[in-house]
């Protein structure tokens, strides 16, 4: 039996690279946007206007919206996932304004390592032995980016270690009720109870915000939206062995950024630790793609493993 990963019909792997790219700038600038606008402003009160600028983003498919039929159970996941996804917004936001770019974006990979433990705890996936090996991996990626015993470990680094299983829990949900329900009606409902979770924490610790960070929080939920886009048009477009190793490169861009527009270090152990993290994630990808797309051709050889 041999292994083949031929695109499908349709596919366009180069149109899937520059989508990803777009995708990768458009979450950048979401970091260094946030960077920029979310300083001197609660973490809730900016997470929470985030999303409620990001809502004339969804004006389009409110009519999609409201034909949903959403049971009672279903209504509760949606609302379980919008308080962990809500959560998880609000440790990110807080981590963006005490450690630098590179570092968030490097630990937001450990992400897909999350999903796949959770994966297996809840739905009884196998963790076979690659998946074992990649997922040490990244948790190795993950001390040398900390570098524990080396250097102090600040609550930014704290705070993002719980963004990564916060929405680990919201991505595990979106599997459940994407099930269900159409990919529009699941990522308006995020949006919507995430907005509506938010709202009482940012109001407790409410400050006046200039026109500057309104403006500039606008602009991150728009290239928040336009990276979710790009993402999903990346994944029609092409495998995702072709896309995933793509996603590298917000490393790389965003320690650019930190490095010219906010004077950050480059620090080469952070791009280490999110290379041995970014590798994992594409390696447990890979093996899956090439476990879906398994066919049998002549003469029949010895099984790949």
Same mark, same amino acid.
């Given at each position: ?7 499908? /019909? ?5 149109? @899937? ?12 600038? *979401?970091? /260094?946007?946030?960077? !920029?606008?979310?300083?001197?402003? +609660?973490?809730? =009160? ?6 409620? !600028?990001? %809502?004339?983003?969804?004006? +389009?498919?409110?009519?999609? %919206? ?10 509760? #996941?949606?609302?379980?996932? @919008?308080?962990?996804?809500? %959560? ?11 450690? $630098? ?16 433990? &959770? ?20 948790? #190795?990626?993950? #001390? ?13 680094? *704290? ?6 299983? %916060? ?30 979770? #938010?709202?009482?924490?940012? !109001?407790?610790?409410? *400050?006046? +915000?200039?026109? =500057? ?25 092409? $495998? ?8 590298? !490169? =917000? ?9 010219? /527009?906010? &004077? ?9 630790? &999110?290379?041995?993290? *970014? ?27």
């Amino acid at each position: 039996m041999a292994v083949q990963s031929v695109p499908e /019909a349709g596919q366009n792997p180069v149109a @899937g690279i520059l989508w990803m790219l777009a995708t990768g700038i458009s979450f950048v600038a *979401v970091t /260094a946007l946030v960077k !920029l606008s979310a300083q001197g402003l +609660p973490a809730a =009160q900016s997470a929470f206007l985030r999303y409620l !600028l990001g %809502l004339v983003f969804l004006l +389009p498919i409110l009519g999609q %919206l409201s034909r949903a039929r959403i049971g009672r159970r279903r209504l509760a #996941l949606y609302g379980g996932r @919008g308080l962990a996804h809500a %959560l998880g917004v609000i440790c990110w936001f807080f981590a963006m304004t005490r450690i $630098p770019v590179a570092e968030v974006t490097a630990m937001n990979y450990l992400n897909p390592i999350y999903v796949t433990l &959770g994966a297996a705890l809840l739905f009884g996936e196998r963790l076979a032995a690659r998946r074992i090996l990649a997922i040490a991996a990244a948790f #190795l990626g993950v #001390l040398v980016i900390l570098r524990p015993g080396f250097r102090e470990i600040s609550e930014g680094h *704290v705070a993002m270690l719980f963004t990564a299983a %916060l929405f680990g829990i919201s991505y595990l949900t979106a599997k459940l009720l994407s099930e269900r329900d159409e990919a529009s009606v699941v990522v308006a409902m995020m949006s919507v109870t995430v907005t509506i979770v #938010l709202a009482p924490l940012a !109001l407790a610790v409410w *400050v006046p +915000p200039s026109w =500057q960070q309104v403006v500039g929080l606008f602009f991150v939920a728009f290239f928040a939206t336009a990276g979710h886009y790009g993402m999903t048009r990346a994944f029609r477009a092409a $495998p995702l062995t072709v896309t995933q190793p793509i996603t590298f !490169l =917000q490393l790389v861009w965003a320690t650019l950024v930190g490095w010219l /527009a906010f &004077g950050e270090a480059v620090d080469g152990w952070v791009l280490l630790g &999110g290379g041995l993290i *970014v590798g994992s994630v594409v390696f447990i990808t890979w093996r899956e793609a090439v476990i879906k797309r398994r066919v049998v051709t002549p003469p029949a050889g010895a099984p790949e493993t």
